[in-house]
């Protein structure tokens, strides 16, 4: 895992501020995950003193992972994530004058910072799961890869102290107990903002601060007969395989996370068909359909599989599962306050270079939020955005239910005039561009991570698929078709194939095909069990003391009254997510965060009777 820090003065010929820097090596000890003594650093400063550029790493210094920073004299670059050709794309990176020229026709999963004689500039991709936050105060502006230490630099200068405290921006906090992630371009910390995907930001001495959006894809018909449709997907056959092939640099094989889902399915044909060594790990119970589709995925295409049970035979009485107060202080510093605890994200160890990968973000290839939407109609399609800014209402504040309302007005118009595209975007840039961030981060500070599904090149493919025909998850299938044929032959998980499922039934042609496709449902006792939204009484309890007791700025946001009578009935499963959320977000109001994590005993929890 990498983190950057750019620096760039308003006016001309200013240098900037020696308290900036000395705040920055501050506050990196604190938003910068990892044990200090693995932490290395490197910085350029501008020779007029306007602009500046800081890197650290936690990465060994080997190939083929890149150094922190690389340049020329009058000009330097640095990146989070990956590139797919590192020395050509790096060097186009440092060349170019626009960056945003750039950015948009390279592949990889990347954010890139640069510093020069004229200031700095900074690029999201179009998935921007790794992110860039900028804040402007006191004659500063300020971009960098992690939000806390953007945050806490600008609040060095604006308090003249070295090691400030946090200004948390309570009111823009909503979106995280109605889901647990920003659906917006706002982060907890007062006056630090995330750019948007697929955007530039300039900041050059004596000028005034560019936020500059790139063209998106333009999106073409969907075809009409068979062999058109087959055609249509293959320019995105051969982006996701080139995507893959940068796993090979590596000596090791790549470990997959196969769930024998859909995506994960995918990535393993995309990484078979680029050639790519691999093996695949599952976790879950025995009886899941993940566990028993991992295996025959694993077997068509002849590779190692590791299955980790989440309870060993014969145990299968109850989990014991971290305690939610440690699994919130790690989630809230990891992912700086921007996700829930409901998902757990990875934690801390030695770095190991075996490169990893799995199927996340395969739901843009089905259509973002279109993926599990019924209801197409007008209405239907209106009726989910709504739900995406305003869910929970009941539990929330009216002045939080306002803020939400205000956020949906502004999508609300181009959703009458098409909800598919509505619905396709938001999910690329809130789903993947604010959830994922906090999950990616954290597998990228332990290992190579990649995600051919984030890939630049391969989201701009996707995106010029129509998300109406993508809704119906046959693109998805046609890739699969195309990269492993025999995987096509593997039921699907859960539900049959969109397009099998809302197409009449085939009478004779076609018929066995049909019928091998017919989806594993979850059947046995644990297949289905989620612990997270049990509502066995001790575990509820730990919840209602959090919530209850906690910071009083929560209710500021949360109606104090209808939160009680949610933790309060342990036999609904009505806003158990945002029941995880709000405790979450207690935690991070805390302040408990900043401070060492808590060492407490595992909570073990019922798994119900059959």
Not at 1 to 12: I, P
Not at 60 to 71: C, K, S, W
Not at 583 to 598: D, E, K, N, Q
């Amino acid at each position: 895992m990498r983190v950057y820090l750019a620096l760039s003065a308003r006016r001309a010929r200013e240098r900037l501020a020696p308290l900036l820097f000395e705040a920055a090596h501050r506050a990196i000890g604190e938003a910068f995950p990892v044990p200090g003594d693995v932490v290395s650093a490197d910085s350029w400063t501008a020779p007029g003193g306007g602009a500046a550029l800081l890197g650290w790493s936690n990465e060994p210094d080997r190939e083929p992972l890149p150094g922190i920073l690389t340049g020329r004299p009058d000009r330097v670059l640095g990146y989070c994530g990956y590139l797919t050709d590192p020395e050509r794309d790096a060097d186009a990176l440092l060349a170019k004058d626009d960056l945003g020229d750039v950015t948009a026709e390279l592949g990889g999963v990347f954010s890139a910072f640069r510093a020069g004689d004229d200031g700095v500039t900074a690029a999201t991709a179009i998935a921007r799961v790794c992110p860039v936050y900028h804040a402007e105060t006191r004659g500063v502006r300020i971009a960098g890869s992690r939000a806390l230490l953007v945050h806490l630099v600008a609040r060095a200068l604006e308090t003249g102290l070295v090691d400030p405290s946090v200004d948390l921006a309570v009111e823009a906090l909503h979106p995280i107990v109605r889901h647990g992630f920003f659906t917006n371009d706002d982060t907890p910390f007062r006056g630090v903002t995330a750019l948007p995907a697929a955007t530039v930001f300039e900041a050059v001495p004596g000028e005034p601060t560019v936020i500059r959006r790139l063209p998106v894809p333009r999106t073409g018909p969907a075809p009409r007969d068979a062999a058109g449709r087959a055609k249509a997907v293959r320019p995105l056959a051969e982006s996701l395989i080139a995507a893959a092939a940068p796993l090979a640099r590596h000596r090791e094989p790549v470990t997959l996370s196969l769930s024998g889902g859909r995506d994960s399915r995918l990535m393993a044909a995309a990484l078979a068909a680029a050639g790519v060594r691999f093996s695949a790990s599952t976790h879950g119970f025995p009886d899941e359909p993940d566990v028993i589709l991992g295996a025959r995925v694993a077997a068509a295409l002849g590779i190692e599989h590791r299955v980790n049970l989440t309870v060993p035979q014969p145990s299968r009485d109850t989990v014991a599962v971290p305690h939610p107060l440690g699994r919130a202080h790690h989630v809230v510093r990891m992912c700086e306050g921007m996700n829930s605890a409901y998902e757990l994200v990875n934690a801390y160890r030695p770095y190991s270079l075996v490169p990893q990968t799995s199927g996340s973000g395969g739901e843009t290839f089905r259509g973002g939020f279109l993926y599990d939407q019924d209801d197409i109609s007008a209405d239907g399609l209106l009726a989910r955005v709504r739900l995406i800014f305003r869910t929970a209402e009941p539990i929330m504040t009216p002045e939080a239910n306002a803020l939400a309302a205000a956020e949906h007005a502004r999508w609300a118009g181009r959703a009458e005039r098409d909800g598919f595209d509505v619905l396709d975007k938001l999910y690329l840039y809130y789903r993947t561009g604010r959830w994922i961030v906090g999950s990616h981060s954290a597998v990228l500070m332990n290992s190579p991570y990649y995600h051919p599904f984030f890939d630049n090149r391969v989201v701009r493919d996707v995106l010029s698929l129509p998300a109406s025909w993508r809704r119906s998850e046959e693109p998805f299938f046609l890739l699969l078709r195309e990269l492993a044929p025999a995987l096509v032959q593997i039921p699907p998980e859960g539900k049959r194939w969109r397009f099998d499922r809302e197409r009449r039934r085939p009478l004779l042609a076609g018929r066995r095909a049909w019928q091998a496709r017919a989806a594993l449902p979850a059947r046995g006792r644990t297949a289905s069990f989620n612990w997270r939204l049990s509502g066995d009484e001790a575990f509820r309890r730990i919840f209602t003391e959090q919530i209850m007791d906690g910071p009083a700025t929560l209710f500021e946001l949360v109606d104090r009254q209808a939160i009680a009578d949610v933790l309060a009935d342990t036999t609904g499963r009505r806003w158990s997510k945002q029941i995880w959320h709000a405790y979450t977000l207690s935690v991070l109001l805390s302040g408990a965060w900043r401070g060492p994590a808590p060492k407490l005993s595992p909570v073990r929890i019922p798994i119900p009777a059959a």
